[in-house]
């Protein structure tokens, strides 16, 4: 017999976690995209994104992040790591309105 577990939060078929990085320095779009690249580089991720004007990147992938790792990567590209939060992501689908 085969059993299927349902998830609560999906993304495809799979639990996804949504992690928010504080990273401080960053002024323009090729400043988000250093970012982007460095931790796509460094992590298998589905989607990260980075803004300038919130201080932000917001990073989402199947397992939970080294936190140890993602201070490194982000040192590495000169901008200062602020506050490291992750919590379950949902993907907001177009019928998920009311939901």
């Given at each position: 017999?085969?059993?299927?577990?349902?998830?609560?939060?999906?993304?495809?078929?799979?639990?996804?976690?949504?992690?928010?990085?504080?990273?401080k320095g960053m002024a323009c779009g090729m400043c988000e995209n250093?970012?982007?690249?460095?931790?796509?580089?460094?992590?298998?991720v589905k989607k990260v994104t980075s803004s300038h004007a919130k201080?932000?990147?917001?990073?989402?992938?199947?397992?939970?992040?080294?936190?140890?790792?993602?201070?490194?990567?982000?040192?590495?590209?000169?901008?200062?790591?602020?506050?490291?939060?992750?919590?379950?992501?949902?993907?907001?689908?177009?019928?998920?309105?009311?939901?």
């Amino acid at each position: 017999m085969i059993q299927i577990r349902i998830k609560n939060e999906i993304y495809g078929g799979i639990e996804m976690i949504k992690t928010t990085l504080e990273v401080k320095g960053m002024a323009c779009g090729m400043c988000e995209n250093h970012v982007n690249e460095a931790i796509r580089n460094a992590f298998a991720v589905k989607k990260v994104t980075s803004s300038h004007a919130k201080n932000q990147t917001e990073i989402i992938s199947e397992e939970p992040l080294d936190e140890e790792k993602i201070k490194s990567v982000i040192a590495e590209t000169g901008y200062e790591l602020g506050a490291i939060t992750s919590e379950p992501y949902q993907k907001k689908g177009l019928f998920s309105f009311g939901k």
